[in-house]
């Protein structure tokens, strides 16, 4: 059971290119997340969003930009990256910012 | 702000031997911890958690966990260990709207 549905689960893209992740979950939650996971790295918490609304931004660079147009859907959009953006980004959602919180399982991001 | 370490980068064990995973905390109360595990290719899952109550929690696949306010632990246990739970275990500890994830355990099980 996952609750949170990412999609694509795999994507590869030239620096130049524009794309977007999705995050989807009908668990009811108010607050949703984007993580980057990269290797032999702990887990980066990117965005934040409480009830559509965003509440943290951890000094993301601006090629990464998110939207959250309801509380059951959260994107990131992504324009120019850089091959150091190659990772697994896990969306999550919760109810409230210390409950447990619900993961999708990722979208590997190749950056060629 | 709460803070979470887990000491140990990387575990072996055995096939049937027991486990214990250590993570430790900073914080000035009693935070909310939990523990999540990461199969390869997956996302996180919830382990147990820990709020408040009785300081030994069971969860799912057979482990436990124990809190120790003393010693600002919470370290995760599992009696006897099956090679399907390789994978990488992520302690968290949420306190004033915030969660921490501390940087993983990877295990690894031999046969």
């Known amino acids: 059971e996952t609750g949170v549905t990412q999609t694509p689960r795999h994507l590869v893209m030239g620096m130049t290119n524009k794309k977007s992740l999705k995050c989807e979950q009908h668990?009811?939650?108010?607050?949703m997340y984007w993580y980057k996971q990269s290797a032999k790295k702990p887990l980066e918490l990117m965005f934040v969003?409480?009830?559509?609304?965003?509440?943290e931004n951890n000094s993301v660079p601006s090629r990464f930009s998110p939207e959250c147009p309801n509380s059951s859907h959260l994107f990131l959009h992504l324009h120019t990256l850089q091959p150091e953006d190659s990772a697994l980004y896990l969306c999550?959602?919760?109810?409230?910012?210390?409950?447990?919180?619900?993961f999708g399982d990722g979208t590997r991001l190749s950056i060629l | 702000a709460q803070s979470v370490t887990q000491p140990d980068i990387h575990i072996t064990v055995s096939e049937g031997a027991s486990l214990e995973l250590r993570c430790n905390y900073s914080y000035g109360a009693t935070p909310y911890l939990f523990w999540y595990v990461q199969s390869p290719g997956q996302g996180l899952q919830l382990l147990l958690k820990y709020f408040s109550g009785d300081t030994l929690v069971q969860g799912i696949k057979g482990f436990e966990a124990e809190f120790k306010r003393s010693q600002s632990s919470f370290n995760l246990r599992k009696p006897s260990v099956h090679w399907s739970d390789a994978a990488e275990y992520f302690c968290?500890?949420?306190?004033?709207?915030?969660?921490?994830f501390g940087a993983g355990t990877r295990l690894t099980v031999k046969p």
């Open positions: 999550a959602s919760s109810f409230g910012f210390t409950q447990p919180q619900h």
């Open positions: 969003y409480n009830f559509k609304e965003q509440t």
């Open positions: 668990l009811g939650h108010n607050a």
């Open positions: 968290a500890v949420g306190a004033d709207n915030d969660m921490r």
